[in-house]
């Protein structure tokens, strides 16, 4: 594999991967690895309160996923009883317990360091940014908000949504055993995320996904305890955005894990496309990618301004004013700290 001019290459598996699918949009560009995310502390903080040391003390650049047991040896664990919810593993996804977005953007600077401007990266994505665009699922109020990071020309895309999340839930458990524990283990609260850059039909995108483990050459795996069936294209475009070459899903029924298969991206694309108009999923991605460019290019973002990024009764992408300029983003002044805003 060739590398690019910032001396970082894609995933020679994952570009491979990405050719063999119907897509002919997406093009990897650069791997930039896994960071580590540990909240510390338990305390709440809104995000204009954050300060560049609160993040940069619990960022965690050498972090990554634990490597995943094979689906085979999962699958003759079965049928094995999952542990009740415990209200002990229960929080808010709120700041500390979420690193927001500007710690990706720090960490994927410092990777690149002054290959980035080579990069030209224009936008990025969260993990779920794409299946959102492809299916226009955002009608109002959506879960998906637009900012110009500030003192650069990138564009976020990103969903922003509080909510308690379970650690104890049978999903989560069934990662820690996909991960070589114990479904009565307590789950971790750190997050360990991967980042890569794709040009997505043209446009360079950095992407930030969380990651549930890696196979043994250290490439992301999804991990899901959710019948196939019921994945239709959010899956398919969760594993693309994350770099994911696998995914271990494993059948829930009755509390129980019933058995556990591994697909891989090939495989769960061409069940996803199956029958589905392909060309349209690529004409909606770049559609929405083509809105934020024009409120870009028309000054919408200017000030700090965010918006909530919805689909409207039209069938078209909108973008409406958010009048808290701090949801997605610290303060002007961490932000520039973080990403030395002089190089982007």
């Known amino acids: 594999m ?13 570009v491979k991967e990405i050719k063999n699918t119907p897509f002919t949009i997406f093009h990897p560009v650069a791997d930039l690895g896994y960071f580590g995310w540990s909240p510390k502390t338990i305390e709440h903080k809104k995000l204009v309160d954050v300060t560049a040391e609160d993040i940069l003390d619990r960022v965690e650049p050498s972090m990554v996923p634990d490597k995943v047991v094979s689906a085979r040896q999962l699958d003759r664990m079965c049928p094995l009883k999952f542990e009740p919810s415990s209200s002990t593993q229960k929080h808010i996804n709120r700041f500390p317990y979420d690193d927001g977005y500007v710690t990706a953007l720090h960490v994927a600077l410092k990777r690149l360091n002054d290959a980035w401007s080579d990069i030209k990266c224009q936008f990025m994505f969260s993990g779920s940014t794409l299946n959102m665009l492809a299916a226009k699922s955002s009608k109002a109020p959506s879960e998906y908000f637009a900012q110009v990071v500030p003192g650069t020309s990138i564009i976020l895309l990103v969903k922003h949504l509080e909510y ?3 650690h104890s839930a049978e999903g989560f458990q069934f990662e820690q055993l996909a991960t070589g524990g114990s479904v009565s283990d307590v789950h971790s609260k750190d997050i360990v995320e991967h980042l890569q850059i794709m040009d ?3 446009h360079r995108v950095l992407f930030a996904a969380e990651c549930d483990g890696m196979d043994e050459a250290g490439n992301p795996v999804e991990v899901k305890a959710s019948n196939p069936r019921h994945w239709e294209n959010k899956t398919m475009f969760q594993m693309m955005s994350s770099g994911s070459l696998n995914v271990h899903a494993g059948q829930r029924r009755q509390n129980a894990l019933q058995g556990v298969k591994s697909f891989s991206l090939g495989q769960v694309t061409r069940k996803a496309t199956n029958g589905k108009n392909v ?3 690529q004409a909606n991605i770049l559609n929405g990618i083509q809105t934020l460019k024009t409120a870009f290019e028309a ?13 409207n009764w039209r069938g078209e992408f909108e973008l409406t004013a958010v009048e808290d300029r701090y949801l997605l983003l610290p303060p002007l002044e961490v932000v520039e700290k973080l990403l030395e805003s002089n190089q982007l």
């Open 279 to 281: 060309a349209a999923l």
């Open 164 to 166: 308690e999340v379970d």
């Open 299 to 311: 000054g919408s973002f200017d000030n700090g301004k965010v918006w909530n990024f919805i689909v």
């Open 2 to 14: 060739k590398a690019n001019s910032s001396g970082l290459c894609p995933c020679r598996e994952f």
């Open 200 to 202: 997505v039909g043209g």
